[in-house]
T-cell receptor
Framework: DTGVSQDPRHKITKRGQNVTFRCDPI?????LYWYRQTLGQGPEFLTY????????KSRLLSDRFSAERPKGSFSTLEIQRTEQGDSAMYLCASSFYGTEHEKLFFGSGTQLSVL | QKEVEQDPGPLSVPEGAIVSLNCTYS??????FMWYRQYSRKGPELLMY????GNKEDGRFTAQVDKSSKYISLFIRDSQPSDSATYLC??????????FGTGTSLTVIP
């Protein structure tokens, strides 16, 4: 049973650089979510896809953030012109939305440090 | 007011103790309630899932939901050092939004 996979696990970058993270969901899942988590806080919703369609974006998601899910499989989250405030754990979760209420399954996350 | 309130702890208990973790919420539309366990530098792991009010038991873990009080609990019996982690409550209604608590840090001392 393959779970949600995220790559890389850790990313250190300098302020102003662009970074891209990848998420591979559980294969039979049709929804994919991106969350951000800082120390001592719960996951904060960023955006989600159903299949290849991006259905919702958080108001907190600035225009420096963009996410894609081509062909409804893996997803990428790109942050342009990173700022120190972007330092956080970026979590991907997938779920099956269908006949019963969905349950989120998370990956191990990508820890981003912006210097 | 936050949608979900959770005491951050930290909570420290001796091995074998019964642990009680709690969350309160304000949105009466929430129907689905979850508990996640998160080890340091790892993603949250789904532990318990309940629908509406009542109890659900799974091994040493019991989840309780009291919708009238907007209060949910997770009990851990015979706690083990391997239970040391942060426990997050989460809830949702009929929409797709999941609302998380801030997490309670638990340490079980051998």
């Amino acid at each position: 049973d393959t779970g949600v996979s995220q790559d890389p696990r850790h990313k250190i970058t300098k302020r102003g650089q662009n970074v891209t993270f990848r998420c591979d969901p559980i294969s039979e899942h049709n929804r994919l979510y991106w969350y951000r988590q800082t120390l001592g806080q719960g996951p904060e919703f960023l955006t989600y896809f159903q299949n290849e369609a991006q259905l919702e974006k958080s108001r907190l998601l600035s225009d420096r953030f963009s996410a894609e899910r081509p062909k409804g499989s893996f997803s990428t989250l790109e942050i342009q012109r990173t700022e120190q405030g972007d330092s956080a754990m970026y979590l991907c979760a997938s779920s099956f939305y269908g006949t019963e209420h969905e349950k989120l399954f998370f990956g191990s996350g990508t820890q981003l440090s912006v210097l | 007011q936050k949608e979900v309130e959770q005491d951050p702890g930290p909570l420290s208990v001796p091995e074998g103790a019964i642990v009680s973790l709690n969350c309160t919420y304000s949105n009466s539309a929430f129907q689905y309630f979850m508990w996640y366990r998160q080890y340091s530098r790892k993603g949250p792991e789904l532990l318990m899932y309940t629908y509406s009010s009542g109890n659900k038991e799974d091994g040493r873990f019991t989840a309780q939901v009291d919708k009238s009080s907007k209060y949910i609990s997770l009990f851990i019996r015979d706690s083990q050092p391997s239970d040391s982690a942060t426990y997050l409550c989460a809830m949702s209604g009929t929409g797709n939004q999941f609302y998380f608590g801030t997490g309670t840090s638990l340490t079980v001392i051998p």
